[in-house]
């Protein structure tokens, strides 16, 4: 008895979770999504980042149970044994070697367990010159070089970007895990996985790589017509990338001889005259509120998206539809999660129960597992 509120598609499949930050659980939480039972093993201090404010900890830990076990003792590891021992899947995000150290290493708990799925998160991976670096977001995405794609040298020095490679990677080894659980439906036989950080940050930025590979610049650049303009009241996308867009766009805003000017007849005449071209768009757009052009521009198939701040989005209608805001129970009181990020006939797409405090399902897990406290 797992005690999930809910079913899915990995209802009966059991996660160890020894992870902590941000990528780990972001893997453990998405498959509690998906139905699994999670059991998040912590330490008696905790997941550091328990104390993070603004529900940093719930939004990749809703869901799960927690445990905590002492690994510094050979009690905390007899235990761990014991509940990995009956698991399907383990997740951990040590540095490389960490695993190792606790008796954790593959040979030894795929003999005990042939059946056993592990996955190992880390900056770099666990083999190469660089696999023993300490790695967090920022790091990895300075040396990958995915932050290169939107910072230059002319940025703030404290201008850190965008935080995305520790959900993305956490996202990519959930998916290896899914493969692995069909392929051991075919084989009968568990899989070691390596998921790295540098590695999910090549898939992440893909394109990029292939372009810089083949000569090219590893980013856009700057676009006159797939640009932020400024409308009345805040910053809107448009992309105006066809023929056909760039002549909705100048009829639109009401100036349907720039489409036809010499300056901007042709790609290239524009991006040579991209400031003028810019400026000509603003002057237009400045007559309305943004949100009005997107539905103009949108309306006739052009591309467009006002600006707006995370509060906004979530409170629109097509978030509500969507059903990807859940509210669930904290220590902190009620918080509001992101669920699965995609839809599945039969189960639903949210977290099965709340945050657990710390330890709350100690003695639970332990008596489920005949394990004297």
Request: net charge negative; glycine share 10%.
């Amino acid at each position: 008895m797992n005690g999930l509120q809910n079913s899915g598609p990995l209802d009966g499949i059991r996660v160890i979770d020894l992870t902590h930050a941000l990528a780990g659980p972001m893997c453990t939480y998405q498959l509690g999504l998906q139905g699994a039972d999670i059991i998040k093993v912590e330490s008696p201090k905790g997941d550091d980042f328990r104390p993070r404010p603004h529900g940093r900890f719930a939004a990749v830990n809703a869901g799960k149970r927690s445990i905590v076990l002492d690994l510094k003792t050979d009690e905390g590891k007899q235990a761990l044994r014991k509940l990995i021992s009956s698991a399907d899947v383990v997740v951990e995000n040590f540095r490389p070697g960490g695993a190792a150290q606790l008796g954790l290493d593959w040979q030894a708990l795929h003999a005990e367990n042939p059946r056993l799925i592990t996955s190992s998160i880390s900056g770099y991976g666990q083999e190469g010159p660089m696999s023993a670096a300490p790695a967090i977001e920022w790091s990895v995405q300075a040396v990958s070089g995915l932050s290169s794609i939107y910072l230059d040298d002319s940025s703030d020095e404290m201008e850190l970007g965008v935080g995305m490679l520790d959900p993305f990677t956490g996202y990519v080894a959930f998916s290896a895990i899914l493969a692995a659980l069909l392929k051991r439906e075919r084989t009968g036989k568990g899989e070691r996985l390596d998921v790295s950080m540098l590695d999910a940050s090549f898939v992440l930025a893909s394109s990029s790589v292939t372009a810089a590979l083949s000569g090219g610049p590893g980013s856009l650049g700057k676009r006159p017509q797939m640009a932020r303009y400024r409308a009345r009241d805040r910053r809107i996308f448009i992309a105006a990338l066809t023929p056909a867009w760039m002549k909705k766009l100048c009829e639109i805003i009401g100036a349907p001889e720039l489409a036809t000017d010499e300056r901007f007849a042709t790609p290239a005449a524009v991006q040579k005259n991209a400031r003028q071209f810019v400026e000509e768009v603003n002057a237009r757009l400045i007559t309305r509120d943004a949100e009005e052009w997107e539905r103009l521009l949108n309306a006739e198939g052009v591309p467009a998206g006002a600006s707006r701040e995370i509060t906004e989005i979530a409170a629109n209608e097509q978030v509500a539809v969507r059903k990807l805001v859940h509210e669930v129970d904290a220590e902190e009181g009620r918080v509001k999660v992101v669920g699965s990020s995609f839809s599945m006939e039969g189960s639903t797409r949210a977290p099965s129960r709340g945050v657990p405090r710390l330890g709350e399902h100690t003695d639970e897990i332990l008596l489920e597992f005949g394990i004297k406290a």
